[in-house]
């Protein structure tokens, strides 16, 4: 069941990158409406997978990410909505394809251990997923404005220039998804500090729990994740938008990235509670 909405997203990067290379009005409305098909079968697939297990699937790394992308597909579809650009999802799409197949290829829905059972923890999951989505949107956001940006400083405005959003608008784009994310990912690791201090408490903790410490790649990694986007607050405050802004979330959402999905993987000994 994965699988679908895999093909949907696919068959909608498809649409999109008609509508952006052609500049074909009646792609760019179907590859809308493929990708809102396509988060509808995502929340479906969820659903159902939710129901048969007891919970919600995001106790193994590959069920967080896959929840990851329908939050990623839908946020993008409202910046769609509310801005009227289309020209985004071609940058968006291989992005949710990419994440969605590893959904596919590890499909089986893990159990949830009891100490995972703490609404705490459902609150830093769903804060981090949704942190994670709005910073994904700002780094396709800042990677099109350096692009956009380099074409306008040569001197050869065509490709981009005559597809993308103004930088002005670009930025401005950038400027609330960073924001709104900081604010998701700042209760995300707050949450999560309350939760791993009650998990913590009493005298069989679980070996995972034990190891949630600044020593954990994965802990390190969402702290260095935090500091850039909040030094990406504060230098936007002191005037430093723009291209500036965009490479930070450019870099910011690369650690973001290679922390949830390569040390979520491989090389964290606290974040994947799979039972």
Same mark, same amino acid.
């Given at each position: ?6 093909? &949907? ?5 498809? =649409? ?9 009005? !009646? ?11 396509? $988060? ?26 896959? *929840? ?32 969605? &197949? ?25 804060? =981090? ?5 709005? &910073?994904? =949107?700002?780094? $396709? *956001? ?14 050869? !405005? ?21 924001? !709104? ?75 973001? &990235? ?8 491989? !090389? ?8």
């Amino acid at each position: 069941m994965n699988a679908i909405p895999l093909i &949907l997203y696919l068959s909608a990067g498809i =649409l999109y990158a008609v509508h952006f290379t052609t500049r074909n009005a !009646l792609a760019g409305r179907t590859g809308t409406a493929v990708l809102t098909l396509g $988060v509808v079968a995502h929340a479906f697939v969820t659903g159902m997978q939710t129901q048969a297990a007891g919970h919600v699937p995001i106790a193994g790394v590959a069920q967080a990410i896959s *929840v990851f992308v329908g939050l990623l597909a839908l946020a993008y579809l409202y910046m769609e909505m509310t801005t009227g650009e289309r020209a985004l999802g071609v940058f968006i799409t291989p992005l949710l394809v990419a994440l969605q &197949l590893l959904r596919v290829v590890s499909s089986v829905v893990e159990k949830r251990v009891p100490i995972l059972e703490s609404p705490w923890f459902g609150v830093h999951v769903a804060s =981090l997923l949704f942190a994670y989505a709005c &910073l994904a =949107l700002a780094f $396709v *956001v800042g990677l099109t404005y350096v692009l956009l940006f380099k074409e306008i400083k040569a001197k050869h !405005l065509g490709y981009f220039y005559a597809r993308l959003p103004s930088l002005e608008s670009l930025d401005l784009m950038n400027a609330r998804t960073v924001a !709104l994310g900081w604010v998701c990912l700042t209760i995300g690791v707050i949450v999560g500090v309350i939760w791993t201090l009650q998990a913590k408490q009493g005298p069989n903790v679980d070996p995972r729990v034990q190891a949630i410490t600044l020593a954990d790649p994965k802990i390190l990694g969402a702290v260095v994740s935090w500091a850039i986007y909040t030094f990406a607050l504060y230098a936007r405050k002191r005037g430093a938008g723009g291209k500036r802004a965009a490479y930070i979330s450019v870099v910011g959402f690369a650690i973001v &990235l290679f922390n949830f999905v390569p040390i979520g993987y491989f !090389l964290t000994r606290s974040h994947n509670f799979g039972g």
